[in-house]
């Protein structure tokens, strides 16, 4: 009896209502989730990949130190590409999950990991469009500092 508690615990009593407009658009929403979220670990192992090819062929060209750096800077954006990566595969298997098992408890966990990937994904936005501004702006003060001259 007491194990049968422990693995019901995880279990919503209160049944998922939910019309079969809703099923399918969270069906079809978690498929594709799925999808674009294996093709990001694809794109992302790539980016590894290649950060390490890009390491041991500039030792030769540019030096260690450069090589190095450039490694160090393809790697960090591939772990920054793999939070919102693995935030979208949980949805997917937690909506799958959900719906499979009619579970309320578990779709509320699936839609709050949605919501922390487009958060994580907004303000990935905000911060790359600051940067973009202040590339853009010292870019116009060092050609206007070329005009003094």
Do not use: C
């Not at 890009?54 to 450069?66: D, E, P, R, V, Y």
């Not at 979208?88 to 779709?107: H, I, P, V």
């Not at 990935?124 to 940067?131: D, E, R």
């Amino acid at each position: 009896m007491e194990n049968q508690e422990i693995l019901d615990s995880g279990q919503s009593t209160d049944p998922l209502i939910l019309n079969d407009r809703a099923v399918s658009g969270l069906e079809t929403a978690s498929k594709w989730a799925f999808f674009l979220s294996i093709l990001g670990y694809v794109l992302v192992g790539l980016m590894v990949l290649m950060s390490v090819i890009m390491l041991f062929a500039s030792i030769s060209k540019l030096g260690a130190g450069i090589g190095v750096l450039i490694f160090v800077l393809y790697m960090a954006i591939a772990g920054l590409y793999f939070i919102p990566i693995r935030l979208l595969q949980l949805f997917a298997d937690g909506t799958k999950t959900a719906l499979a098992r009619n579970d309320e408890t578990a779709m509320g966990e699936a839609l709050e990991k949605l919501g922390k990937h487009y958060r994580f994904i907004g303000i990935l936005t905000i911060v790359i469009m600051a940067l973009y501004g202040l590339v853009f702006v010292f870019s116009l003060l060092k050609l206007g500092g070329m005009g003094m001259m």
